[in-house]
């Protein structure tokens, strides 16, 4: 039922910025917090930025602290991050999803999305 689409990722040169967005629904939405991961090829999944349910307050990996920035529109179920002075390490396949205690509620039924690939090269 949970359903998640990240989109806007692409080719980029380093120093470049995108936006990324991610369409969720199947849940109350602005009843939780929303995070955005990252999985390196040949790396486990990271946490990169997370967002609380009312958006008022965000917190970010040191990795990505000063160049990346959450946000979410709770009346469009909508979750973005902009990302800024890109570099060839934030290179991955990019994930939204809300917090664990969302998780904890619907056992077995965790879903990822498709991610988007963000690939940043000259």
């Known amino acids: 039922q949970v359903q998640l689409v990240e989109s806007g990722g692409g080719l980029v040169q380093p120093g470049g910025s995108l936006r990324l967005s991610c369409a969720a629904s199947?849940?109350?939405?602005?009843?939780?917090?929303m995070n955005w991961y990252r999985q390196a090829s040949g790396q486990e999944r990271e946490l990169v930025a997370s967002?609380?349910?009312?958006?008022?307050?965000?917190d970010y990996s040191d990795a990505v602290k000063g160049r990346f920035f959450i946000s979410r529109d709770n009346d469009k179920n909508m979750v973005y991050l902009q990302m800024s002075n890109l570099k060839p390490e934030d290179t991955a396949v990019y994930y939204c999803?809300?917090?664990?205690?969302?998780?904890?509620?619907?056992?077995?039924?965790?879903?990822w999305g498709q991610g988007t690939q963000v690939t940043v090269s000259s």
């Open positions: 199947g849940f109350t939405f602005g009843f939780y917090a």
């Open positions: 999803n809300p917090e664990e205690l969302f998780w904890k509620l619907y056992p077995g039924v965790r879903n």
């Open positions: 967002i609380t349910s009312a958006g008022s307050r965000t």
